[in-house]
Nanobody, 121 residues
Framework: QVQLLESGGGLVQAGGSLPPSCTTS??????MAWLRQAPGKEREFVAG????????YYGDSVKGRFTISRDNTNNTAYLQMNSLRPEDTAVYYC????????????????WGQGTQVTVSS
């Protein structure tokens, strides 16, 4: 059973940074991703990283501002969020799936509880 635990969300002013992380149990044979859900909106793909960490993928709205990475020695994935905007306000979820990164929410099998990120203007 894969379990995911996020940490590192919080409140930040526009233009600031946050470094949420996601620690997993159950091995490292899966792709990992961050997805977010803002109030009244559907959950959307933010960023994903392959099993080895060599391949990364980003949603259009965060390209150039967010960086995803992973450290398989401690089973942790990171999302460095820079130049944050009020529209980045959402609950951020860590998710995992066996195989390749996918940008479709429904294709992720395992989910964390989520961490709130709030960006004030």
């Amino acid at each position: 059973q894969v379990q995911l635990l996020e940490s590192g969300g919080g409140l930040v002013q526009a233009g600031g940074s946050l470094p949420p992380s996601c620690t997993t149990s159950g091995g490292t044979i899966y792709a990992m991703a961050w997805l977010r859900q803002a109030p009244g909106k559907e959950r959307e793909f933010v960023a994903g990283v392959s099993v080895s960490g060599s391949m990364t993928y980003y949603g259009d709205s965060v390209k150039g501002r967010f960086t995803i990475s992973r450290d398989n020695t401690n089973n942790t994935a990171y999302l460095q969020m820079n130049s944050l905007r009020p529209e980045d306000t959402a609950v951020y979820y860590c998710a995992a799936r066996y195989g390749f990164v996918r940008q479709t929410v429904a294709q992720y099998e395992y989910w964390g509880q989520g961490t709130q990120v709030t960006v004030s203007s």
